[in-house]
């Protein structure tokens, strides 16, 4: 209703993926170059880099396709601007057909470790590594005519949070909340916004936090089955081609998203209906049920606390 019926089709297009080198940005790039794209991945590690082309070279389809990476930080104007340029280069200048901002990462913890150091780190992992890049990119797509798609990825924690995400979830919001005026700015030029909120993903990323996740945090994410980056990848790669405004990956994902859809664009009236009316009657039992593990914690936090010297 909101986009053209057309399918989108990645071959012979310039694909930018933040993120490239791990989980569901490499599994993204992979899709990408099986497709037949022309794909550049974008990360700081060089090294995790040059892994990541080596299998993305395993995928390519014909000797044509321009499959580079770019080490960068794109947490800011400068570092995106840099990755974007460099990225354009074997293209003549101009700037890629779509824009897969996978970059991000998480730190579970309690708010009262917090600092306001942590606090800006954080925002900057889990907002600023897209928000920079979506900066850049649109000016240049529109500085060039290039009528192209940027395409977040948030997590089901941008529709909701629990314990443990205080420094993550507000990044992961702020990028719905970004998406949602550029959906409606970009009308201006015909470059379309998307926007991903995958539950788990079985990815280094997620192998790293879970060693710093608070145990409630890890009792409470017992109900989530989580899924492979190479899923998460197909799902936001036919979401794009569907045109659909949010992308979610698995049910719990799109109880969330119909219940909290408000004037966003829907993926359909029908299912989103049922899955609206699931969200009404299980969240709150499932809600109750998460306060109870939390209070239940109580106990073994004031351990923690003690433990940690943060009270006496
Ligand atoms: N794993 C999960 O359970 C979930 C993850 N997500 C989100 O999905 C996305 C992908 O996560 P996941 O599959 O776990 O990926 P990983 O955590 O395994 O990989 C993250 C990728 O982002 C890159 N990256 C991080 N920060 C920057 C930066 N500032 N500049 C450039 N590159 C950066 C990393 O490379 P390098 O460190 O070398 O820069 C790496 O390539 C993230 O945005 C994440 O927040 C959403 C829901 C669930
Ligand atoms: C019918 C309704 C039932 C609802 C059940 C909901 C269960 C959700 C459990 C919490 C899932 C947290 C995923 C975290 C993903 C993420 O972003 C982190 N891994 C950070 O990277």
């Not at 928000?131 to 924690?157: P, Y």
């Not at 970004?178 to 079985?202: C, K, N, R």
């Not at 879970?210 to 790669?237: F, Q």
Request: proline share 4%.
């Amino acid at each position: 209703m909101f986009f053209s019926s057309k399918k989108w089709d990645p071959r012979g297009r310039h694909c930018f993926v933040t993120g490239g080198s791990s989980g569901a940005g490499l599994a993204l790039a992979v899709l990408l170059v099986k497709r037949g794209a022309h794909v550049s991945i974008v990360a700081r590690n060089e090294e995790r880099l040059q892994a990541a082309l080596v299998e993305l070279e395993k995928h390519r389809q014909s000797s044509e396709q321009i499959i580079k990476s770019y080490s960068f930080a794109v947490n800011s104007e400068a570092g995106s601007t840099a990755a974007l340029q460099a990225a354009s280069e074997p293209h003549g200048g101009r700037c890629p057909d779509a824009f897969f901002l996978c970059a991000g990462t998480s730190r579970p913890s309690f708010w009262i470790e917090q600092n306001e150091a942590l606090m800006r780190s954080d925002l900057d992992a889990s907002y600023g590594a897209q928000a920079f890049t979506a900066l850049v990119a649109s000016k240049e797509m529109v500085k060039q005519g290039v009528k192209g798609k940027l395409v977040f990825v948030s997590s089901v924690l941008g529709y909701f949070s629990i314990v443990g995400y205080s420094t993550y979830s507000p990044g992961k919001f702020a990028l719905r909340g970004l998406a949602e005026s550029l959906q409606s700015e970009f009308l201006l030029y015909g470059i379309d916004v998307h926007i991903a909120f995958p539950g788990t993903i079985y990815s280094p990323g997620y192998e790293a936090e879970n060693k710093v996740k608070p145990k409630v945090t890890l009792k409470i994410e017992e109900t989530d089955s989580g899924s492979t980056p190479e899923y998460v990848a197909e799902c936001i790669l036919k979401g794009v081609q569907k045109g659909r405004f949010h992308i979610t990956v698995d049910f719990i994902g799109n109880v969330f998203r119909a219940s909290t859809a408000g004037s966003s664009p829907r993926n359909s009236y029908i299912t989103d209906l049922f899955y609206a009316l699931v969200g009404y009657v299980a969240l709150p039992i499932w809600r109750n049920s998460v306060d109870s593990t939390v209070r239940a914690h109580r106990q073994e936090h004031q351990e923690y606390l003690k433990q940690k010297g943060i009270i006496g």
